[in-house]
């Protein structure tokens, strides 16, 4: 049984559940209170321990906390309610908005190669997709502390507005002036996507627990919409009104679905106090004081991420998987076109592969709710091995390139929307999310730097000489790019085998 504590003059005071000791000093000191005359009950010789630190093998959890502080609001109800699922919807826009802006840049790739930036290797136009991702990761440690720190609307507005601004800038950027289109696309909406990524991400923590894997897969899955509609866009609108326009096209949509995300999203949880709140002073009279407002658990050191070791070696496998997972994605339209196979259909390999995402990036997380974001992950990871490896075989024909496409868009999808939900499940409670998250995703960042023109630079250059039936891009070596590319995937494979065991031996179950 336990007594609650509340002073009369201050309404809005969060109540302290204090569980007594119940010995006849204990009895005697509640009796006494209550005759007093003072209106108030208080428990004496009965410690709190607000940051005492939880073990692994208690059943406590934060995110009771969580609700325990919400007590003197509406019923706080996981997985439930029209904010909850107003929520998805609006993070959905904001990652239809913007990493599906990322995962169409296989068509700015393939235009830059080509056309618009000839004169330049692939290797250095990979450079713009790939410091892009190192923002979007780089900026998730400096948006993960200002989101546990309460500030998601301030940030995300000024990102969405930051964001647009950079596309349409991209579209007056002239051609051949490579630092123009490098500082628009890569620098400025690298930066813009980091601060929206990782909050529309986390906010649906707030507000789902048993099936967060779940909604955070609906929400990731707006990303393989995105990379539907836009490369579709941009192929047609570059075809009929050139780059600018093109470019301006985008830009507009997704400026349309960050507005309509900023008045749909909610966060639930508060922000934790690091420090207690001093005491109201006492209306009744009396000497005593209301206690002071127990302040939420302590956030983790850097020195307690890093002595993490399976928190570690899974930041290790995401690493080494995003130097390789992205190379279909960036390269399969350029793959098609090199391999004969006519434009009409190669222009749609990239909304074929992202076709295949939508559902990869749903029906998994369920399975991750129901066996774990380990298990799921680690199905997915060696999915997308095998597939990198088969497209060395993909460029015989039209139906293989297609089948490829699809597959991959599925295991890679689910990879990539597991990864959230699989950082967050080593997470001690909701107030670790963020910062954990965001330290994983700015390791990761330097991945994404590196992958895409480490793959381009193995690519070799393109011969932009078309030679007797019209082939394209004599002198490119895909076998360099895919290999390396697959061979990373497999070493992430094992690193999340063993991330796993660990996981699983501490937690007493395979369910992880």
């Known amino acids: 049984m336990a007594e609650v504590e509340k002073?009369?003059?201050?309404?809005d005071y969060a109540p302290t559940i204090i569980t007594p000791v119940m010995d006849d000093?204990?009895?005697?000191?509640?009796n006494a209170s209550r005759e007093d005359g003072s209106g108030s009950t208080a428990v004496h010789n009965t410690p709190t321990h607000p940051h005492r630190k939880l073990s692994g093998g208690e059943d406590e959890d934060v995110e009771k906390q969580a609700e325990m502080?919400?007590?003197?609001?509406?019923p706080f109800e996981w997985d439930k309610g029209v904010w909850a699922w107003s929520t998805v919807f609006g993070a959905w826009c904001i990652l239809f908005a913007t990493f599906g802006m990322t995962n169409a840049y296989g068509v700015y790739q393939d235009y830059y190669v080509r056309t618009y930036l000839s004169t330049y290797t692939?290797?250095?136009i990979g450079w713009i997709g790939s410091i892009q991702i190192f923002f979007q990761f780089s900026m998730g440690f400096f948006a993960g502390k200002l989101f546990d720190a309460g500030h998601f609307y301030p940030m995300m507005v000024v990102a969405c507005a930051f964001y647009a601004f950079c596309y349409f800038m991209l579209s007056l950027a002239k051609e051949q002036q490579y630092y123009q289109v490098f500082l628009a696309q890569g620098i400025g909406a690298g930066?813009?996507?980091?601060f929206l990524f990782l909050p529309a991400i986390s906010v649906i923590s707030h507000h789902f627990k048993r099936y967060r894997a779940f909604a955070m897969g609906i929400v990731v899955s707006g990303s393989s919409c995105g990379g539907i509609v836009f490369p579709i866009m941009l192929n047609k609108l570059i075809e009929k009104h050139g780059f600018p326009t093109a470019t301006r096209a985008v830009a507009a949509t997704a400026a349309g679905l960050m507005a309509l995300a900023l008045v749909t999203m909610r966060t639930r949880v508060p922000p934790k106090p690091t420090t207690p709140a001093p005491a109201p002073a006492s209306t009744t009279g009396s000497d005593e004081k209301a206690p002071a407002k127990p302040a939420g658990p302590p956030m983790p050191t850097i020195k307690e991420l890093v002595s993490d070791l399976p928190y570690m070696l899974t930041i290790a496998a995401a690493f080494v998987n995003i130097l390789g997972i992205f190379t279909p994605i960036f390269?399969?339209?350029?793959?098609?076109i090199t391999h004969s196979i006519p434009p009409s259909l190669a222009f749609y390999t990239i909304t074929i592969l992202n076709g295949g995402s939508v559902l990869g990036r749903i029906l998994p997380n369920l399975f991750g709710d129901l066996f774990g974001p380990f298990n799921a992950i680690i199905v997915c990871t060696l999915g997308c091995a095998v597939l990198i490896l088969a497209m060395l075989g993909a460029g015989s024909g039209q139906a293989a390139i297609i089948l490829v496409s699809l597959l991959y868009g599925i295991f890679s999808g689910a990879y990539i929307s597991l990864i959230s939900p699989l950082m967050a499940s080593l997470a001690k409670g909701v107030h670790e999310i963020g910062i954990r998250m965001g330290f994983a995703f700015t390791v990761v960042s330097f991945a994404g730097l590196a992958g895409t023109p480490i793959m381009g630079a193995l690519l070799g250059n393109v011969d932009n000489s078309h030679h007797g039936d019209g082939e394209f891009g004599a002198g490119l070596h895909w076998n360099r790019p895919i290999g390396v590319s697959a061979a990373?995937?497999?070493l992430g494979f094992g690193l999340l085998i063993v991330a796993r065991s660990i996981t699983a031996g501490r937690k007493g179950t395979w369910k992880v």
Do not use: D, V
């Not at 002073?7 to 309404?11: E, F, H, L, M, N």
């Not at 930066?191 to 980091?194: E, K, P, Q, T, V």
């Not at 390269?331 to 098609?336: I, N, P, R």
């Open 122 to 124: 692939p290797s250095s």
């Open 331 to 336: 390269y399969m339209q350029l793959f098609a």
């Open 191 to 194: 930066i813009a996507l980091g």
């Open 488 to 490: 990373f995937m497999f």
């Open 25 to 30: 000093t204990n009895t005697n000191n509640i």
């Open 69 to 74: 502080e919400l007590s003197n609001s509406p």
């Open 7 to 11: 002073s009369k003059g201050t309404a």
